[in-house]
Every structure is written in C-alpha cells, then in structure tokens.
C-alpha cells in the first residue's frame, strides 16, 4: 500500500472566483470526509440518519436553519449538528464559506419543510 501524497490543499485557490454554490471533499480522516463548502444559495431540508455533522465556518456568515430557531455561525465558529436533526444551510448574505466533517458515507434524508 503506498503512502498517501502529503500535499497542501489551498483553501483560498478553491474558493477563488467562485460565484455559485460548490461542495467538494477535500480529504478523509479515517471514516470521516471534510468538505469544502461554498455557499450562495439554501440547501434543502434534511437530515443524517448515520452522523452528526460538523461545520466550520470560514468566510461570511452561514446560517444553519433548525426547527425551532436560526444558528449563525461568522468566521472561525463551529458547530456539530447531532445525527437525525432536521436542518438546512444558507449563507446570510451573498456567499459564505465552511469546511464540514462528516462520517464517510453519510446519508442525507430530504425534508419538504414549508418556510
């Protein structure tokens, strides 16, 4: 088995220039994938059956949108979001950008929420 290629990823070059919404892997750690999200429009309803999920907010502000109330999450904050929550992700303004980690493999469930 060979080693894996230990090669910096910029985060900057991916994010550069990018005006609509992107979600791409960057890596995996051990049974768990991080993921580059950019944000210019809400993703849908829904929940993880499987896994909690992990967000790290990097650039604007991202909302994440619960039941029950509205998280905000500006640069260098973080937050897990437990498995089976319903949720939905949004940037407050024009775009936003977060790294997520997530269990390999996740399962993602889609709710028809009315807003």
Request: net charge negative; with cysteine.
């Amino acid at each position: 088995m060979q080693p894996p290629l230990l090669i910096p990823i910029s985060i900057q070059q991916e994010t550069d220039n990018v005006t609509s919404y992107k979600n791409i892997p960057l890596s995996i750690v051990n049974d768990h994938t991080v993921r580059l999200s950019i944000m210019t429009e809400p993703f849908y309803w829904h929940y993880h059956p499987n896994s909690d999920e992990t967000f790290l907010a990097l650039e604007g502000v991202l909302c994440i949108d619960l039941e029950e109330k509205t998280v905000e999450l500006s640069p260098n904050q973080l937050i897990t979001i437990p498995a089976n929550v319903v949720h939905r992700t949004r940037p407050k303004y024009e775009r936003s950008v977060n790294v997520t980690f997530e269990r390999e493999g996740i399962e993602t469930v889609k709710v028809d929420i009315s807003d």
